[in-house]
């Protein structure tokens, strides 16, 4: 009993004090996928047309890093979000600020002319899945 | 020349040399995506960023001042020079660059590294103290409880957020899947990664009973993670089930190898060093032969 207390004590006292502390480095909770939504979220750039501008071409990020800045941009500003409950003045101010944050890691010019930034909503109905892309903000690129 | 491997138990120097220099090319290119991805304004401070502004450390001349820092210090350990210092540094680097990071709104899931290099510490600075000290034993043992403990906790927060019902999530599960996928898709225009979501999500919806079997192993693998220090085999059987479980996920989700998984390899499995160990064996076997 002593060997296994002493086997394992630095990891009980760090799971402990994640457990106490949060979400707050060097502590953490690991809550990736703690729990599947009802919906997901996925987020993209086109032209006016619609055409896809995959953004890690021209930025310097993950293709997660949207989604992320989502979920952030939301919080900072106290607006609910989740399962398409945001209201189109909303979405206009959250893509505002995820375009923003996306041009702080521009690494090659963007094409001119309208660009689009979406969202897709992925849902569970009736044992199939549907999608609802929805436009969230929009700027013009000189 | 080099020195031959003769010891080749897991807690040999050359062991834990080799341990080092995985973890440190793992370390450190970890943390110069992270440097070079961060900018000195933060989206929204988390963690450290809460307490302290450290804002000027990402601006050109800080980020050029820490990668300066990043390689001496990745020297010296490498070294085992000052290590009580050398440690202490590296977690406090860690600790900077991560919150940063995570403050920007991106999140590596690089966490482990921080509580490595401070339990490592720990260990050297009882060792300090106390020289009757497993030191050889426990710079690796306590590393090894970190993993362990981020394991566990993982399983745990999904209990806490779901319930047992998380096994039950399979179409939930299924929409995340597409979701990573579109990630693939929309962030680099691979079309094929689309396709290749839609197809996995939608055999996952057809084969519910088989999901909620995946993500109960997976649980329970990641719950009780802490009986991988009951003994050296039986970690190395734990890593492989865990190397199994990130396979899966890797080829389900789309979701590639973190962070702790190469680091559970690194210290569970230690492959550099089972690599020069075989190396040398065959070496003696030939010139035996001849």
């Not at chain 2, 085999?233 to 492989?240: D, E, M, N, T, W």
Request: hydrophobic letters at 45%; glycine letters at 6%; aromatic letters at 14%.
């Amino acid at each position: 009993m002593r060997s296994f207390f002493s086997a394992t004590f630095l990891g009980v006292i760090y799971l402990a004090a994640s457990l106490l502390i949060g979400e707050q480095h060097p502590f953490t909770l690991v809550p990736m996928y703690n729990s599947f939504q009802n919906y997901a979220y996925s987020f993209y750039l086109s032209d006016s047309t619609g055409t896809l501008i995959p953004f890690t071409r021209h930025f310097d990020c993950h293709n997660d890093y949207l989604s992320h800045i989502y979920g952030s941009v939301c919080d900072k500003n106290n607006i609910r979000h989740g399962n398409q409950i945001e209201t189109d003045e909303q979405l206009k101010l959250i893509g505002k600020s995820m375009m923003e944050e996306l041009n702080k890691h521009q690494r090659s010019l963007l094409p001119t002319g309208i660009i689009q930034l979406h969202r897709v909503c992925y849902f569970a109905q009736g044992g199939s899945m549907k999608e609802n892309d929805k436009m969230m903000y929009e700027q013009t690129n000189y | 020349m080099s020195k031959p491997i003769t010891d080749t138990s897991a807690n040999s120097g050359t062991a834990w040399f080799f341990i080092k220099l995985s973890l440190l090319i793992f370390w450190l290119g970890n943390m110069a995506v992270m440097l070079t991805q961060v900018s000195p304004a933060a989206l929204l401070p988390v963690g450290f960023n809460k307490l302290v502004h450290l804002s000027f450390l990402f601006t050109t001349p800080g980020k050029v001042s820490i990668a300066i820092l990043l390689f001496t210090l990745s020297m010296l350990y490498l070294l085992e020079k000052s290590m009580r210092y050398v440690l202490i540094g590296q977690f406090l680097l860690s600790v900077i660059i991560i919150s940063q990071h995570e403050s920007s709104g991106m999140f590596h899931h690089a966490t482990v590294f921080s509580p490595l290099f401070a339990v490592q510490a720990i260990a050297y600075w009882q060792s300090h103290r106390n020289h009757e000290f497993n030191l050889a034993h426990f710079r690796t043992q306590y590393s090894i409880q970190i993993i362990a403990a981020t394991y566990t906790l993982a399983g745990i927060s999904k209990l806490t957020a779901s319930g047992l019902d998380w096994v039950n999530s399979g179409n939930y599960f299924a929409l995340q899947v597409i979701k990573n996928y579109s990630f693939i898709y929309f962030g680099e225009g691979d079309k094929q990664a689309l396709s290749q979501g839609y197809a996995i999500a939608g055999s996952m919806f057809q084969h519910a009973h088989l999901i909620q079997l995946l993500l109960a192993g997976s649980l329970f693998l990641e719950l009780f993670c802490f009986t991988a220090l009951i003994s050296h085999r039986v970690r190395v059987l734990y890593a492989i089930a865990l190397v199994a479980m990130h396979t899966g996920i890797l080829i389900v989700m789309g979701i590639p190898f973190g962070v702790i998984a190469p680091v559970m390899i690194i210290f569970f499995l230690n492959p550099l060093f089972f690599i020069a160990t075989c190396a040398v064996k065959v070496r003696s076997f030939i010139l035996k032969s001849i």
